[in-house]
């Protein structure tokens, strides 16, 4: 039921699809980059998107969020729980990077959505956790959006981790200074990479 609302929410708003660079490239897992996110909005139209895409995405969550009656309703919308706890009777934890990772050697098929700023205040030092994740998994960085000024989400750039985080950060940057956001006042790009 809130898979159908969500599309009419999207289709109702007036908003358009850019889902090539996924048709064409033939994409099944990736990190999936979610920006800029400064509203509560941002992740109606981006589920939406994503439901009208047949993409696969996921997002991550601590596995306390996903007891009943969370359970019901985020996690047909593609949450995931993650347990970080040690599993070999040590008091160290599994990093969340490690956990992300995991999930990749365990689906075929998966877009793991992270949201870089980590937050919908201003932030000038985005999260790179997903870089590592990317890295470690083996699987393409994809660069969604939703760009309030013109209405569109989407998918519109596809990188290949290189292991260079700095030059890969920069391109990264360079896509989104140009996409609109629900509150402008809200979103900064990283001051390391511009």
Known sequence: MLRIIFRLIFFFKGWKL?????????????????????SNWDG???????????????????????RFPLNYLIGPLGAIGIDRSPKDGSSDRISMVDAMTNLYKEEKEMFIVIAIEGSRSPRDEWKTGFYHVAMNAKVPIVCGYLDYKNKIAGVGKLIQPSGDIEADMREI???????????????????KYQ
């Open 18 to 38: 850019d889902d090539a660079l996924l048709k064409e490239n033939n994409i099944t897992r990736c990190v999936m980059l979610a920006a800029p996110h400064t």
């Open 173 to 191: 940057s360079a896509f989104y200074r140009d996409i609109t956001p629900k509150i402008p006042a809200n979103f900064m790009l990283d001051k």
């Open 44 to 66: 109606v139209f981006l589920i939406a998107a994503f439901l009208k895409m047949g993409a696969p995405i996921r997002f991550t969550l601590k596995k306390e969020w996903l």
